[in-house]
């Protein structure tokens, strides 16, 4: 069993960052793909970033060059650097784990997800 818990939401106007922190404890955090999803009012949930066991990343082409998907040392903290921000980012952002390698974007095969963080920007 895998516990997360999100951080870092908040409101910002177009064009500015915000950093959100995702805490994991329970299962080693070191054996689980992670990453952060996002969903919108009336869309589906969509993958933004991941990380692998072996640090490579992947990104959703609406997010390449402007967020960083990141983790300590330790892989407890899962963060992701949000820059330039456009009000269609606006959603409630979810850290997920998934135990073993990651299989892409897809929402589907992680397992564990934390309760949400909104993220707000206005136009």
């Known amino acids: 069993q895998v516990h997360l818990v999100e951080s870092g939401g908040g409101s910002v106007q177009a064009g500015g960052s915000l950093t959100l922190s995702c805490a994991a404890s329970g299962d080693t955090p070191s054996t689980y793909c992670m990453g952060w999803f996002r969903q919108a009012p009336g869309k589906e949930r969509e993958g933004v970033a991941i990380v692998d066991l072996d640090g490579s990343t992947t990104y959703a082409d609406s997010v390449k060059g402007r967020f960083t998907i990141s983790q300590d040392a330790t892989k407890n903290i899962l963060s992701l650097q949000m820059n330039s921000l456009k009000p269609e980012d606006s959603a409630m952002y979810y850290c997920?784990?998934?135990?073993?390698?990651?299989?892409?974007?897809?929402?589907?095969?992680?397992?564990?997800w934390g309760q949400g963080t909104q993220v707000t920007v206005s136009s």
């Open positions: 997920a784990a998934r135990w073993g390698v990651c299989a892409g974007l897809r929402a589907g095969p992680f397992g564990y």
